[in-house]
């Protein structure tokens, strides 16, 4: 397996629109609502032959080279025979979505450094502000409400539409393009215009709990993440417990994942999944650490590549899985460039845990389902684990 691999999202809403809702995963907080999700691809470089064989990458082809002779869009046609298909994970992009779907998965995003979610009353309560940020330095703060987004009132949508309003469409809002904010804060209520800007995600955060415990947050696999994982878990204390926090992760780079739970196994198989009908695995790297107490902790937002991860640790019976059941999205895409340079991303296969359960449709059950206060939760099953000595 090489290269880089990019993870699908549901068929687009409107253009731009599915391709924003993508990076959801990565900029915020609470963004569960089983409407998007990264893919499982593997191995670009590898697999693009076997894609080309696939019948259904043939008929988009064939549709966008039909349109392209009659003088007609082909990323429409492609579009229309996706629509058909009734797989809401196969989608297509214009080639400037692709180019920010995959730059997000760098690490970057166009954004003003927002992260929210909603309340149980329906309202948009901002959860993060991100250092350096367009709204960072407006003085927005945490706690502060979002009401409105350039006129639109937010009051009850999905946190996933919250984050396409504030990115605007992707061809049409790069940096500098500037978004109205309606805020509140108390009884104080007042709006603000940010420009988007350029910024990088924090997709891992590693912060030390008072007992030496380490939480170690996983918000999107982007590059380099399996990498920060890695790292984080050689300086936690020795001995001490590790809780590997997946809530809302939507997935990312299979890669990363991969090397995410070589942190965790000393070598070993991570999934299986297929291409075309095509078998194929994901091995560990060897050397990782094996003793250490480890809780992952997951719920409904928990997608893709970190329901791989989690699969793998739990089946392999290395973590103890706590929290509520995952979305349940399996299904490996691969992409396909059309004529005009736009991309097709189509269904090709689905990925297994080590003991063979399949994930898509069925999500993760935890060892142990909890719904409110899960992190506290998790702390007390990590120190019942023990010493690992």
């Not at 924003?20 to 697999?47: E, M, N, Q």
């Not at 690490?107 to 991100?130: F, H, M, N, P, S």
């Not at 003793?291 to 392999?316: F, H, I, K, N, Y």
Request: aromatic share 4%; hydrophobic share 40%; glycine share 14%.
């Amino acid at each position: 397996m090489s290269g880089r691999d990019p993870f699908c999202q549901p068929r687009r809403i409107r253009r731009g629109a599915a391709l924003t809702l993508v990076f959801a995963g990565v900029l915020v907080t609470g963004a569960a609502t089983g409407s998007f999700s990264f893919s499982d691809a593997s191995g670009r470089r590898a697999a693009q032959g076997a894609v080309g064989a696939d019948i259904r990458h043939d008929d988009v082809q064939k549709a966008a080279a039909e349109a392209l002779v009659d003088g007609k869009s082909p990323m429409e046609a492609a579009e229309r025979a996706v629509s058909r298909s009734g797989d809401r994970w196969s989608a297509v992009y214009s080639e400037g979505e692709y180019q920010e779907f995959e730059e997000a998965l760098d690490g970057e995003y166009t954004g003003v450094g927002l992260w929210t979610r909603r309340e149980r009353d329906g309202r948009i309560e901002v959860t993060k502000v991100q250092s350096g940020s367009p709204a960072a330095a407006a003085g927005i703060h945490p706690g502060d409400r979002l009401r409105s987004i350039d006129g639109t009132k937010v009051d009850g949508r999905p946190v996933t539409e919250v984050v396409a309003l504030l990115r605007g469409d992707a061809d049409d809002a790069p940096a500098g393009t500037s978004v109205r904010l309606g805020l509140e804060r108390g009884t104080r209520a007042w709006s603000e215009t940010l420009r988007r800007a350029r910024l990088s995600t924090d997709s891992v955060t590693v912060r030390r709990l008072p007992a030496d415990a380490t939480v170690i947050k996983i918000g999107a696999f982007t590059k380099g993440s399996g990498d920060v994982v890695r790292t984080a878990v050689r300086q936690a204390p020795a001995g001490a417990g590790i809780i590997l926090d997946l809530r809302g992760n939507s997935g990312g780079l299979v890669t990363e994942a991969v090397t995410a739970a070589s942190a965790f196994l000393d070598g070993g198989l991570v999934a299986t999944y297929d291409v075309d009908g095509a078998q194929r695995v994901l091995h560990a790297a060897a050397g990782g650490d094996t003793t250490r107490p480890l809780v992952a902790l997951v719920d409904g937002g928990t997608m893709s590549a970190a329901e791989m991860l989690t699969g793998a640790l739990q089946d392999r019976g290395r973590a103890v899985v706590v929290g509520t059941r995952t979305f349940g999205k399996g299904s490996v895409q691969m992409p396909s460039r059309l004529p005009d340079g736009s991309v097709a991303e189509l269904t090709v296969g689905h990925y297994r845990t080590p003991s063979g359960h399949t994930v898509d449709g069925r999500g993760i059950t935890p060892d142990l389902e909890v719904e409110q206060r899960a992190l506290e939760r998790a702390e007390t099953v990590l120190s019942g684990l023990g010493d690992p000595s």
